[in-house]
């Protein structure tokens, strides 16, 4: 069967869009506060592994679950809207095909829940 990660282009499609999508996140100043204190790394490998396994690629995330990782710093919904706006566009930008995007788009509506704690 012919997954989404498969239609991408791989592993290397992912890194692509990765590297792109925290260049932006990281100059953005509504949201690069969060990150500077951070791996990125360790975060980039991480989010590649989660976005690969969303896209139908091998499961071979090994980060913490996704409550866990954002508890401590504090997301409204503004930001998380932001930062979900930064990964759609990088999806865009790199030619992700839009029923793609659409599965992408559905999964981090799902992990909204897990990753705001800010009411506001
Ligand atoms: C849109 C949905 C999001 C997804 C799918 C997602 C995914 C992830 C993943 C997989 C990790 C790695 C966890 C680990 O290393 O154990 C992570 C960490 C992190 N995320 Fe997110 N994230 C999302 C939204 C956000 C937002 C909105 C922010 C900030 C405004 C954010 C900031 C961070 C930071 C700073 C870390 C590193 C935390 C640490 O290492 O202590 N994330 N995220």
Avoid: W
């Avoid at 499609?13 to 990765?18: F, K, N």
């Avoid at 930001?79 to 992700?96: E, P």
């Amino acid at each position: 069967m012919t997954t989404d990660y498969d239609r991408i282009g791989g592993g290397a499609a992912v890194g692509t869009v990765v590297e792109e999508f925290y260049r932006r996140l990281t100059a953005d100043d509504e949201v690069s506060h969060y990150f500077k204190d951070v791996s990125l790394p360790v975060l980039k490998r991480h989010q590649a592994l989660m976005i690969t396994s969303i896209l139908g690629g091998p499961d071979r995330y090994d980060g913490r679950a996704l409550d866990e990782a954002h508890a401590p710093l504090n997301i409204s919904h503004a930001d998380y809207d932001r930062v979900g706006s930064h990964l759609m566009a990088c999806l865009v930008d790199a030619g992700v095909p839009r029923d793609i995007r659409d599965r992408v788009g559905t999964a981090l509506g799902q992990a909204r829940a897990s990753i705001v704690t800010l009411q506001s």
